[in-house]
């Protein structure tokens, strides 16, 4: 059996490496955020767009039963949502008008 006969049996493993791959690239930014807290070069904008996306590609793997797409989307929302958290966190308490009214 060939490699492509194999995975047009078994779509779902290609779905299952895909979540893989596209989950695991969020981890070295979640880590690096969380020690250094340096935040200033994440854009907001994309990871709000980014986090739509993902919450729309989680639930259309709700609607078709796809069981590798929400899992892998909701592990993927949960370290976009993190990060999100906190460049919004971690910005506004290193902001200088939040410093003054600490201060």
């Given at each position: 059996m060939s490699l492509?006969?194999?995975?047009n049996a078994n779509p779902e493993i290609v779905s299952w490496a895909a979540g893989l791959c596209t989950?695991?690239?969020y981890l070295p930014q979640s880590i690096k955020t969380l020690r250094t807290r340096k935040v200033r070069d994440i854009s907001l904008p994309m990871y709000v767009l980014l986090f739509?996306?993902?919450f729309l590609w989680t639930t259309f793997g709700v609607l078709i039963?796809?069981?590798a797409m929400v899992i892998w989307n909701g592990i993927s929302?949960?370290?976009i949502f993190s990060i999100l958290m906190m460049k919004i966190f971690y910005e506004v308490k290193d902001s200088p008008?939040?410093?003054e009214i600490v201060e």
């Open positions: 492509v006969s194999f995975l989950t695991v690239c739509s996306g993902v039963g796809s069981t929302l949960a370290f008008i939040v410093s």
